[in-house]
């Protein structure tokens, strides 16, 4: 049987996995990334993993490694430049280092390109030529594929939709400006959002359910009060939809691409927030576009990083 | 000689241009476009004036008739879409026609776009790769230039860089949203704002200019007054730079493109409000992203329109 290594590379863990060309995930496993030690050790962890692998894999083809890394990645040696995470790394021929050690085919690619990727290959995407997948989690990550392929842009950083500005006049964000997507939905902002305002909504589910801990004040929670049918709960993620709907029909505009696929843990609050991002883009989209507008959710999930590097020698 | 045909169908007039392979126009004419009427008769008068520039050309060979179009334009048969300003036009395959009229290469292109692949083919874009083009004027209109080549989204309609939104509860824009750049420097809007604001500012020098003639507050003369150093002027461009240059640091972060090219009427400001927008950009752009931002006029002025239709089928 043929099948690739996807490498989810993090800033503490490298998760690495087997995957089948129609993205199965045969096997995974997990090793520290060290990538506080330098790059050279990550890429000695890199080896360690595609070793084990390939042993449990011995009688199979591979096809090829896959690595989805952070930072702005240029295909030329897959370089990586500037990963957030990974210390002492400003310009690191990533690709090529890996090649050198396993002697096998390597591709790199940003790990939110691969996540798009994946979704492209394996997930909500398949078939289509023309997506903007968007990660709502931590940071809110974004992938761009136009015409069957990632949009890289100049040197290979495309793809920067958390950090559409949607008010200018915005909260903060943690890139240094005001009003991006991300400064409203980003897992922290959004956190300290609910729970400012859950001051003056005592009658809030979601009071009950975190017991006065604020530190417990997470989307899944929201999501709990929300199906529950707390109205509180259910503003939040009607708001949280029109942030976001508000900044992807900015990226619309730019790209004329109207499919967006959604992703990432915040994105697990489902319909309520799924509506209210399809209801804002419908409400703000040019006319004659208006019918074309998809709002799906992506489905990798836990191993989306994994499946979006293994994605990237899939067919 | 070989020479080129550029179309520029607007709603009123057609302009026709034969240009050559350099860029340079070698001779001028205009027709009315008989918008008014219906898509035939439009194909009819590009027919006419393609006659009256062959005859004058008839010892040169003609490379073939590139058509600017307002509208969404799909490259299967020159296809153009829902134009504004083009009446009973919904769907119409103007290329396809235009080629059974008059038995030559037709290529047709968004206006915006046609633009963009002006200054690509001829002017400030000469020579690059990746740049977004804006054209300041009534509306605000964009073209994306990415690896060499237009970038036109699903189905032809990028680079809407004009409705990108900057504040959602910003001034209301022609397309119904609030907060677009067009809303803050499309000429109407700008005016309006001016001429509101210059009721607190009765020392500026713009209100000797236009001598109490709110109709004749256009950019030409706080351009005027900018340059005579009146602060209020100044302080118009500076905001108009701001606006621009928030809109476009989302643009940049979607496309990784940090090359930006400014043209139509409203950029005749000039050093003023284009030093307000790359401070903007620069201030509002990605650490490792501040050194690439490059902020250029645009070369090709009044003979934007002819010459950007015959970059078309520039080398």
Not at 237 to 258: R, Y
């Amino acid at each position: 049987m043929n099948y690739i290594i996807g490498i989810d590379l993090g800033g503490t863990f490298i998760k690495a996995g087997a995957v089948s060309k129609d993205g199965e995930i045969l096997f995974e496993t997990s090793l520290p990334s060290q990538a506080e030690v330098n790059p050279q050790a990550v890429v000695r962890q890199i080896g360690k993993a595609v070793g084990i692998i390939e042993e449990k894999f011995q009688s199979d083809k591979l096809l090829g490694v896959g690595i989805g890394s952070p930072g702005m990645v240029d295909l030329d040696g897959g370089t990586v430049k500037n990963p957030p995470n990974l210390a002492n790394w400003i310009v690191f021929r990533l690709g090529d280092e890996v090649v050198k050690l396993i002697n096998e085919p390597v591709k790199v690619e940003n790990d939110a390109n691969a996540a798009a990727v994946g979704e492209l290959k394996f997930g909500a995407g398949k078939g289509m030529k023309n997506f903007i997948m968007i990660t709502l989690g931590t940071g809110v990550g974004g992938g761009i594929i136009a015409d069957g392929k990632v949009f890289r842009g100049a040197e290979g950083g495309a793809g920067e939709i958390g950090h559409t500005t949607i008010d200018y006049n915005g909260p903060l964000c943690g890139c240094g400006n005001h009003g991006c997507i991300e400064a409203y939905v980003g897992q922290k902002h959004l956190s300290r959002h609910v729970a400012e305002q859950l001051k003056s909504h005592p009658e809030s589910l979601i009071n009950k359910l975190i017991k006065g801990d604020m530190e417990k004040l997470e989307p899944k929670i929201i999501s709990d009060a929300a199906n529950q049918g707390d109205p509180f709960a259910l503003q939040i993620w009607k708001e949280a939809g029109f942030h976001v709907g508000i900044g992807l029909v900015s990226a619309m505009n730019v790209l004329d691409i109207t499919t967006f696929i959604i992703g990432g843990g915040v994105a697990k609050a489902g319909k309520p927030l799924f509506d209210s991002i399809q209801e804002t883009i419908v409400a703000h989209a040019f006319s004659t576009v208006k019918p074309r507008v998809r709002v799906l959710c992506a489905k990798l999930e836990n191993s989306a990083g994994v499946l979006g590097a293994a994605a990237l020698f899939a067919e």
